[in-house]
């Protein structure tokens, strides 16, 4: 595929000029020729203040009177308003969008965004005067059949999507999707009847598309990204888009979806970052949907053909289209990763593109890297050692700032903050419980990042203060200081009730030996684990210099390979007893997922105050 053209060559060949003139630096001080923002006409302007989010124009309005009555002319808070209710309509309560400037008070639109911001924060804060309104499978999406559990789910504004699988380990393994609609608490589309379970689940409210993975259990057979409307229709589903690099059947290992993605001049409907792997190469590729009608007319390059439903089809390379109003598939980008092995966490922005990878067990380096992608160019831009092997990614975000930073949680429980820009790490640290597991996500909230790193029963949350550095001077200090541990929430209270649930879950099917694998393997770790602390207790103390050398690198891997046992009891634990599954968040909740199949929630806009006569007993 040819390469795209960066911007730069673009402007260069747009607007004539001199490629040997000097590169002016944006952070070097104005001259006399320089144009300011402030003598930009007020319509330019507006379009500027549309692609800037609240906290940047906050303190843009500080600048001058000049900046602050131009930014008021714009009504760029009322319009803030109407974006934030539109992207969180369960927040439509607490904002009236049509009220007045004038009679809103002193501070208007800005004042009453200000201060919603405020009460959440005040309510997620850790405090003694309220706490969440919990539930427990009382909510619209926890509806399900008798055979039937939730094994996965996904949380938007708008929509509350659902995953449902086999109950037990007898029922028939075939899986479900439900989508509901937040506002009207009802289901409004069911996909049922799915052989794999759809992995990587990704979608598009604003264009309705909804994206999964399908597994194929054949070696020459790709994987096939499924493709459906997000609400529902007479016939759902849309197209099925087999994944292939140079005619080899590829293996997808992440999916991230976004909305109005531009690429180059090119502004995207949909782009899904998709990376795969396929005959021992890594690639990264850029997928772009569009929704768009395929007939004999629109599409006459291709041999139409009729099934035996009657149904017109056209077959290309990657699968069959059918006749309708279904949905187009373009590669728009694609970079080649060396000599590495994704792992399932990625996310991109216009700007940049993340992923973390793992090396081969054949190279001598097996560390885990950060990939940082400049989308400009698609290229890479830097490879980073994040994590020592074995330590797999739980979750990962971009946050674009003054740096451009990428937040990661790994596995030992460690949060990480990498500088996209000069490709170095910020920040290293330990969360109270470091035993992390695949229950993490990342929000922004308000402009501050905040994640939810699960351990078996807890879900801690964590703020971490963004612009990162305070002053130019401090630019070398880490920032230690401005994470902040806010809350925990726990589903322990709740767990003995699950205990029987879990039990008959984890039953084996008739005819099948009792004894559990899982349990099979526990018991083998803790004798393993004897083994191991017999073995450091009999180590001789070394006599010879030459020998200490030695016993030190023994002792060290006998403590490694102790901490790994530790590891996996608990990830047995977790297994064969009632844990944490999945966590999502929005503004105003956290949504955890059982391995049960239950769904516990914590509502933060309904926080009661906590009964004083409690703390009085």
């Not at 999964?212 to 994987?223: G, Q």
């Not at 728009?332 to 000599?339: D, K, L, Q």
């Not at 216009?350 to 160019?377: C, G, Q, T, Y």
């Not at 599954?581 to 391995?595: M, P, Q, Y």
Request: contains cysteine; proline residues 6%; charged residues 25%.
């Amino acid at each position: 595929m040819a390469r795209r053209i960066s911007f730069k060559q673009q402007l260069l060949c747009r607007t004539g000029m001199d490629p040997d003139e000097p590169i002016c630096n944006p952070q070097d001080p104005p001259g006399d020729g320089d144009t300011n923002i402030q003598q930009m006409p007020e319509d330019c302007l507006g379009l500027i203040l549309d692609l800037l989010d609240p906290v940047t124009v906050a303190t843009l309005e500080k600048t001058s009177r000049h900046m602050y009555s131009l930014i008021q002319t714009h009504q760029y808070w009322r319009r803030a308003l109407k974006k934030l209710v539109l992207k969180h309509p369960y927040l439509g309560h607490k904002i009236d969008t049509e009220t007045e400037e004038e009679d809103l008070g002193k501070e208007g639109c800005k004042g009453v965004y200000k201060n919603l911001a405020k009460e959440l924060n005040l309510f997620w804060k850790k405090n003694e005067k309220f706490k969440p309104l919990t539930l427990r499978n009382d909510q619209y999406f926890c509806e399900k059949d008798e055979r039937q559990k939730i094994v996965s789910m996904k949380v938007t504004g708008n929509y509350f999507i659902t995953v449902l699988g086999p109950r037990t380990r007898s029922d028939l393994a075939v899986y479900s999707l439900r989508v509901f609609d937040r506002n009207t608490k009802k289901k409004i589309n069911e996909i049922s009847n799915l052989i794999d379970k759809p992995e990587y689940l990704a979608f598009s409210p604003k264009y309705n598309i909804m994206v999964a993975k399908s597994h194929e259990t054949c070696p020459s057979m790709p994987d096939t990204l499924n493709i459906w409307t997000l609400e529902s229709q007479s016939d759902p589903f849309l197209r099925a888009y087999h994944l292939k690099s140079s005619g080899l059947g590829a293996r997808c290992t992440a999916l991230v979806l976004k909305e109005d993605i531009f690429f180059g001049s090119l502004k995207k409907d949909c782009v899904v970052m998709c990376p795969t792997r396929y005959n021992n190469k890594s690639v990264v590729r850029f997928l772009a949907l569009t929704r768009a009608s395929f007939c004999p007319d629109s599409f006459p390059a291709g041999a139409w053909k009729t099934d035996s439903a009657g149904d017109r089809f056209v077959k290309t390379n990657n699968g069959l289209i059918y006749e309708g109003h279904k949905v187009a598939v373009e590669e728009v980008g694609r970079v080649h990763i060396p000599h590495l092995v994704q792992l399932g966490v990625a996310d991109f922005t216009d700007k940049w593109a993340i992923l973390f990878s793992e090396a081969p067990k054949e190279l001598p380096d097996r560390n885990i890297h950060l990939i940082v992608l400049d989308m400009a160019n698609m290229s890479i831009r830097h490879i980073l050692k994040a994590y020592e092997p074995r330590i797999a990614v739980y979750g990962a975000s971009l946050h674009t700032q003054e740096p451009d930073v990428a937040v990661a949680v790994g596995k030992d429980g460690y949060l990480k903050v990498f500088d996209l820009d000069t490709g170095r790490e910020l920040t290293n640290q330990r969360v109270p419980k470091p035993m992390a597991r695949t229950n993490t996500t990342i929000i922004d909230f308000f402009g501050t990042t905040r994640f939810m790193l699960g351990s078996i029963t807890d879900i801690h949350v964590f703020d971490l203060q963004f612009p990162l550095y305070p002053n130019p001077e401090a630019k070398l200090d880490r920032i230690e200081r401005r994470r902040e541990h806010i809350r925990t929430v726990s589903i322990y209270g709740e767990v003995w009730d699950m205990v029987e649930e879990r039990a008959l879950q984890l039953a084996p099917p008739p005819g099948v030996h009792a004894l559990d694998p899982l349990m099979q393997l526990q018991q083998n770790l803790a004798a393993l684990n004897q083994v191991n602390q017999a073995i450091e207790a009999n180590i001789v103390r070394p006599e010879l210099p030459e020998e200490a050398d030695r016993v030190e690198q023994l002792m060290v891997e006998f403590r490694a390979v102790q901490q790994r046992i530790h590891d996996l009891n608990q990830e047995m634990e977790a297994r064969i007893s009632v844990a944490i599954e999945a966590v999502a968040a929005d503004l105003s909740h956290i949504f955890v997922l059982t391995n049960t199949g239950d769904i516990m929630t914590f509502d933060f806009c309904e926080s009661s105050p906590i009964d004083e006569s409690i703390g009085e007993d």
